[in-house]
Every structure is written in C-alpha cells, then in structure tokens.
C-alpha cells in the first residue's frame, strides 16, 4: 500500500460526506459516517464505529471494538484500545428522546486509553494522559496522569512516550526511555517546552 494513500477495506463503510485525511487506513466491518473529519495517517481497526460529525486529529490508532460517538473529540496521536467504551449520554433512557443533551467529551493529543477501559461522558482527558486497562474514568484527567480502577485514579504520571515516569524526588522526573525531563511541582509540565514540541512534531506530523 503507498504511503498517503487512503485505504477502505471492501468491507468497511466510509460516507461520502466524511473526510479522511492522507495515509488512514480503514479495515473490515468498519464504518465512518457522515460529516466525520479524521486527520491523516490514522488507523481505524476492526467494528470501529465513527459517528456522525466526529472531528479526529492526525496519527490516530484506534483498535478493534471501538465506537466514537457524537460528542467525542479525539486529537492528534490519541491511542485507544480495543474495546474502550465512549457514552454520551449522562441520564439514557430508552423512552426518553436525548439528542440534544450530549455531554461533549474531550481526549486531548497523545492520550492512551487501555483495553476495555469506559469514559463517562462530559470528562476532559488532559494531553498525554494514560488510562489503565479496564478503568472507568468519571471526571476530568489532568496532563500526564496515570490513572486506573473504577472509578480512575491517579497513581503515578506517564511521560509523553508512554513510560511511567520514575519521580527524582518531588518535582522532578525523567524518563528512562527518551529522557524527556518534567517539573513536577505544580502537576506534570514538560521542562523544555520548545525541545518537547520539537519531539512531538516528529512524531505525529513528521515535520
Ligand atoms: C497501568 C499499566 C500501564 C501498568 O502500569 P505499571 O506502572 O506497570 O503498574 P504496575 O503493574 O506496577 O501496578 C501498579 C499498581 O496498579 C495496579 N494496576 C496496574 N494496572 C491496573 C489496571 N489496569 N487497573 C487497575 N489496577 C491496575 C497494580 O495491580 C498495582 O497495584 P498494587 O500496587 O496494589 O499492587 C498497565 O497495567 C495497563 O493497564 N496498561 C494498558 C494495557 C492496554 O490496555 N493495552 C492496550 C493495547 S493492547
Ligand atoms: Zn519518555
């Protein structure tokens, strides 16, 4: 298959009215519909559902068993395991129209989202957090974080690459595998802000 080149799977369903950007790849008994915008050099595995409308960043890679549903906001780099569960609505009934009251939710770029794990609407998943296999997240997820249980809780920070991150004491970390340093003193931040988006651009838009 040629590099930037979009590729539907015979099986799979993409609507005329969606955007898919150069280099995804859509496999078997998927489906994309109408009005969904996904970014460049993403990965879209089996029984993934896109819903109508989804905006989708660059470098995404989305594992088997997954539905995105009006609401979600996925950005660029995003990892979500096979079978995580999005929702959208806080209070469904099935006798009781909703439509209109769909609690946006938020993953912002870089997250890993595990297997199985579900995302209680209405949350905002800051930039590069990790949530465990099988966690249920139920509030909003600051940067780094790495959370997990039901409900998901911190237990420790995640570096960008997605190594958990040793703590040198209590503001300081660096990471064993690409040593990207992070201030810990007030949450996570990076600690040379032009260098780590130097870093990601490489990775995600090849720049
Ligand atoms: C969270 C995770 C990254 C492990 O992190 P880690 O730093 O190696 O954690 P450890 O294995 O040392 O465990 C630390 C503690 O968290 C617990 N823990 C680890 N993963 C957990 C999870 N997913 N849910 C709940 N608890 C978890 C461990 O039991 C341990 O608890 P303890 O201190 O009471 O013994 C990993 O377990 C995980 O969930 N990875 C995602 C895998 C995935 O979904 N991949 C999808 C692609 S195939
Ligand atoms: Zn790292």
Redesign the pocket.
Known sequence: MTEGVVYVDSLAVVAPTAKLGPGTKVWAFSRVADGAVIGMHCQFGQNVYVDRGVRIGDRVKV?NNVSIYSGVEIGDGV?L??SCVFTNVEFPRAFVERKTEFAPTRVGRGV?I????TIVCGVRLGEFC?V????VVTKDVVPFA?V??NPARR??W?CACGE?LPELGPVRARCRRCELGYDLSDSCRVEDPERFERWWLERVKGA
């Open positions: 594992q990892f395991g096979p890993t595990g297997a199985n794990a990790f465990g296999a099988g966690g790495l997990v249980g237990i420790g995640t958990r």
